[in-house]
């Protein structure tokens, strides 16, 4: 039987966010329907897009997408009428982050996995755990919802008792510790704990340690979104909750969901050491046929055509190139609608006016140049999305990169490649060592240690760097001030950082 072990519920939860840059996924043709909003708002601040923006195109991957067959049918539709202000209000609820879209590709092989492992707990009535990563806006949330639908269908398909099921985001805990009392709501509603949390994980200890009375108590499915709010200082929470799954009697089927790749390396060695490591299902960026085969997914709900397929193209190329992150690609696609409709006020359309005004500005007889301005802002273009990209991506941080010398932006490159992966900061010394080794692979003549010092403190003046205090400058301590994705997207013009950065 496992330790009963506390968790300290005055430690600050911290929130991490780290990005992937690989970018490969299989597909397959299953998409059911979700309803469920996501709670996320739009995330618009990021870089600015240089103008050879390199991609993550198909050919890295082994299986090419069925784009072009979708393609066909997304042409195929008459174009919608961006005057009309319901159908501009149809197309923008399409394209909002928080529209449960009607299917969820391109995440198929991962959503099985998680299913498998879900319907292997309820059938063998098995406690485990499993863990979610990958960068933000790559679908993890949305499968997640999905997943739990798929997982009622067949239990009700196969006979098997319905697990119970709770989604917990973390971030709206007040206290890390919080979640006990959520799960034990849950296992046992007519428990009164007075009190204190910890009493709750009590509760939850001895309750999954001793053999039920009853015969038949049901499987529960706990989804910890946003995991990384549970990491307390001394990492009690995190692991409590993990350690339940171990317990000889625990009912619990448990899903945890964050960024970091090596979270459960990092803060779950014990479960690790007592061979109950979770397993790991990574949901890595979207590559650019997958998005833009979401984006037309997304806008196959509609009856008519709204962007020119190169338009949809652009994002999906651009936003690949960046993050792959399915949120910026929805914002950049609303924004390139915000775009058109600017285009439509300036050339004097008042496509947004009430129905009253509408029917009044209808009784207007159109003249020859109006018909001929009608015509060409029917959709969303190629140069309306190239306006919505630079916007998006626009960032003084971007041009700051774009203007270092070269051996400052290697610095900046070595910093990305040595905090991927989850660590927070390093040393100059290991930075250095970052350095020589780009430099090394790259037949670079590096600057020395001391030259390398200065360069830190240039980028620390700069606000891309933070460096901390020491008496030996190898030994200050050094964090990237920038996402790195900001960094990512300024350099990635120039082979010689995409090659590095990838
Ligand atoms: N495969 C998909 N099909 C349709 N829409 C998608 C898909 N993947 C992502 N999206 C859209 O992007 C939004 C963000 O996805 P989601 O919330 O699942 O990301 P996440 O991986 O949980 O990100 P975070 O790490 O920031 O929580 C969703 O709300 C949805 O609108
Ligand atoms: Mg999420």
Redesign the pocket.
Known sequence: MPAIARSNGDSTPQKR?LRSDAAAAQESPISTTVN???P?RCITASPNSPSNGTERDSSENPKKSPVKKLSDRFISKPKWNPRDAEQMRAVKEAL??????S?????EEEQKRVLEFCKAGVEQEKAGSLYVC????????????KVKQLLVDWAKEAGHQQPDMLSINCTSLTKAPDIFSKILSKAQPRKKVNGSTTSALQHLQSFYSQKPQSSGMKMMLIIA??LDYLITKDRAVLHDLFMLTTFPFSRCILIG???AIDLADRFLPRLQSLNCKPIVVT?RA?YRD?ILK?LQ??LMALPYAVFQLQALELCARKVAAASG???K??CVCRSAIEVLEAELRESGCNFNSSTVEKSFFEQQIPTVPDILKKQEIDVVRLDHMAVALSKTYKSPIVDTILSLPQHQQIALCSAVKLFRGGKKDATVGELNKSYMDICKTSLIPPVGSLELSSICRVLNDQGLLKLGQSREDKSRRVTLRVDEADIAFALQGIRFFRNCLQ
């Open positions: 966010r469920w909003k996501s996320r909002h982050v928080s529209t449960a879209p299917t969820v590709v391109c995440r990958g960068c933000p806006g790559t679908g993890k949330s949305l499968s997640m919802e979104d946003e969901i964050a960024n949901f979207y997958q979401i997914e997304r992150d399915m949120r690609a929805l």
